[in-house]
């Protein structure tokens, strides 16, 4: 049986203790469980009337799959805005020049440290007297997934650069290469296999927080689902709830199957030295970002050299 040196393999009574814990773990879930249930079948959630409307195709042509739709618009929209911004900041932010690597760290810190809600609010209500016209509503949900989002992939790309040990740039400055060939040809293809994860992880929070979009009545799959489906069929609030949940789930359970697909496609095919980059805020980046490595690790926040 293998070992760790954080984890001791457990013996008899080790074993019997996890099984115990397991079990009791399982049935603690299953009561809770059950208790829902009972709870929504005490309240008439589970009568076929209320539930009849989802079973009907005009439900879901008029109410559905046009708020789906919206959702998969913004989120698509969002995500190409919000990984330009990301690569852009990113990599202003390992420039040596001092005049673009502090406002390009000023423009992410502001736009990490804002919440969202505040950010397409601001958007919204200033959309009017900055643009001639146009869906206000839908520029405000993806302006403020891009800005905050975007600021987020900042850090994955500066963190996914610096995760490739420093001995490959050092190689490939001593065969000749120029700052900008050995950031194009050797950093970055290497960089992007070791970010692949965090960049999914945050895509998922963007399709997520399109949701955000309900507060100021853009046409969602949460607005029109949740909001006006309900008013429109009495008593159908909770079943609205989950039909919607199992939606966001099945999109979210999609998009990490094709990130992870990809990461692995894309490690066949690239070799690479760094090490997978984890979201920022995690334990992982807050160790890297400030203990670089030549193994690998997150190098200190400083531009290349």
């Known amino acids: 049986m293998s070992t760790s040196v954080l984890f001791d393999a457990p013996g008899p009574r080790g074993r019997i203790r996890n099984h115990t814990l397991t079990v009791v773990s399982v049935i603690a879930v299953a009561a809770v469980l059950y208790g829902i249930y009972r709870g929504f079948d005490a309240k008439g959630q589970f009568e076929g009337k209320i539930w009849q409307p989802f079973l009907q195709w005009e439900t879901w042509d008029f109410y559905i799959i046009p708020g789906l739709i919206g959702t998969l618009r913004a989120a698509a929209v969002a995500a190409v805005l ?4 990301g690569a852009i900041f990113g990599l202003a932010r390992l420039s040596d020049h001092k005049w673009i690597r502090v406002p390009a760290g000023v423009v992410v810190e ?3 440290a ?5 950010l397409i609010f601001f958007i919204f209500y200033l959309a009017p007297m900055i643009a001639g016209g146009g869906d ?4 405000a949900v993806v302006l403020g997934l891009m800005l905050y989002n975007g600021s987020v992939l900042a850090e994955v ?5 610096h995760a490739v040990p420093k001995g490959q740039s050092e190689a490939a400055y001593a065969v000749g290469m120029r700052k900008n060939q050995v950031m194009r040809l050797v950093l970055l293809p290497q960089g992007v296999t070791a970010m692949m994860p965090a960049i999914v992880s945050q895509l998922v929070v963007l399709l997520k927080d399109t949701a955000l979009g309900y507060i100021i009545a853009y046409v969602d799959l949460l607005n029109t689902g949740f909001k006006i489906l ?4 009495f008593g159908s609030l909770i079943p609205a709830a989950i039909v919607i949940g199992v939606i966001y789930l099945a999109l979210n359970m999609a998009l990490s199957y094709l990130a992870t697909w990809l990461e692995k496609r894309s490690r066949r095919s690239r070799k690479t030295a760094a090490r ?3 979201a920022p805020g995690s334990a992982e980046v807050g160790v890297g970002a400030g203990q ?4 690998g690790g997150l190098a200190p926040d400083k531009p290349l050299e």
């Open 110 to 112: 502001v736009f990490r």
């Open 230 to 233: 309900p008013a429109r069929f």
């Open 276 to 278: 997978p980059v984890a």
């Open 114 to 118: 804002i919440p969202l809600l505040l």
């Open 136 to 139: 206000y509503a839908f520029m």
């Open 157 to 161: 790309v500066r963190a996914g650069v």
């Open 292 to 295: 670089g490595t030549e193994g």
């Open 82 to 85: 919000a990984l330009a911004f």
